[in-house]
């Protein structure tokens, strides 16, 4: 009884301590990154979208005239740039 005791309060503690272990991330706006790397890089959801393949708001205004892009998405993606 005893050893059945101390094995069920062993697991308690094994099961908290695996909660605990990710406490906060699923707040993140981004997962991957936590508040403050993304307000000292200043990149908002730029560095997010060039790391999953998109391009950020910077490039997609280089190549605007490319992409065809008309005024008020050009104006969109003005104010998404950091």
């Known amino acids: 009884m005893k050893k059945l005791a101390i094995a069920a309060y062993v697991l308690t503690l094994s099961e908290a301590q695996a909660q605990m272990s990710y406490a906060g991330l699923q707040m993140r706006p981004i997962k991957a990154l936590s508040e403050q790397q993304v307000a000292d890089l200043s990149l908002g959801l730029a560095l997010a979208a060039e790391l999953n393949g998109y391009p950020d708001p910077s ?9 065809d ?6 104006a969109c993606w003005r104010y998404s740039t950091p």
């Open 69 to 74: 892009l008309t005024t008020e998405q050009r």
């Open 59 to 67: 490039h997609v205004l280089e190549l605007a005239d490319k992409l």
